[in-house]
């Protein structure tokens, strides 16, 4: 059975999804897979990691524009409960994108990453 999305609906979903997310970081202090593909996604991240003594979220993204030797990672590190404004806030609404958010709201909800269709 698919399910049939706009823009506003994909984002709607995503910020509910990501309330999930974080409490279930909170019961078994690890971040979902999802979770951590959502942000590297959003934030072209290099890595995301939680860490549980702070109950924060660690982002690594590339500085350097060059490809010669080791990329120069810098760190943004914010409280776990403001993952929701920093999805929000870096929210894209182009069409691969959106594809992105429909496969993993669509996993999430049972419905196959593949049964989402997007609206104009």
Known sequence: MAAYFNSNQLRTSLQELVKVYISECQECKMLPQDCIDLLRHNFLAEFVSYDN????????????????????????????????????????????DLEFYGKIIGRRKGIGSNSVVLME
């Open 53 to 96: 003594t702070n109950n924060t979220i660690e982002i690594g993204m590339n500085k350097s524009e060059d490809f010669d030797g080791y990329p120069e990672i810098e760190i943004y590190t914010f409280p776990l409960a403001d993952i929701g404004k920093k999805v929000d806030y870096s929210f894209k609404n182009n069409n691969e």
